[in-house]
């Protein structure tokens, strides 16, 4: 609950820096992903790795260039979805009760999840074992 209600103290204070801090991580993991990857498979050892590595770091790096024109043309729209998260941000920070129901629904996945692994446990716990192995193939 602290988390969420610090998550969104900062998205309600700073949308603008959040945002730009997100899409310079995503820039700079397929920059550096992409150049690392294509320094890499040029001093591979095997053809294998080499064009394995080769083929991955163009992908980074096509997936770089594609990032960059489409933040270049959707720019616009790009402003306009940072706003609409501050005001997203403004109205839970002024709803702090919308919180309860992530913290419920958390609760309750939870509490299916540990209703799940009993049931798996309880079904398991039947099982017998028996250290022949079974006869796959009779024929041979």
Do not use: H
Not at 68 to 91: E, G, P
Not at 102 to 124: D, E
């Amino acid at each position: 609950m602290i988390y969420c209600l610090l998550y969104m103290k900062l998205m309600s204070a700073y949308p603008d820096y959040l945002a730009y801090f997100a899409i310079g991580f995503i820039e700079l993991f397929l920059f550096l992903g992409g150049f690392c990857m294509l320094i890499g498979g040029a001093m591979a050892d095997s053809a294998s790795a080499r064009n394995s590595m080769l083929g991955n770091g163009a992908v980074l790096c096509i997936l770089f260039c594609i990032m960059n024109c489409v933040l270049v043309c959707f720019w616009k729209q790009m402003m306009t979805a940072i706003a609409i998260c501050d005001a997203t941000a403004d109205f839970f920070m002024a709803t702090k009760r919308l919180v309860f129901v992530s913290i419920g629904s958390f609760a309750l996945q939870l509490l299916v999840f540990l209703m799940g692994i009993g049931a798996l446990l309880g079904v398991a716990s039947s099982w017998t074992y028996s250290r022949t192995e079974p006869n796959i193939c009779p024929s041979l």
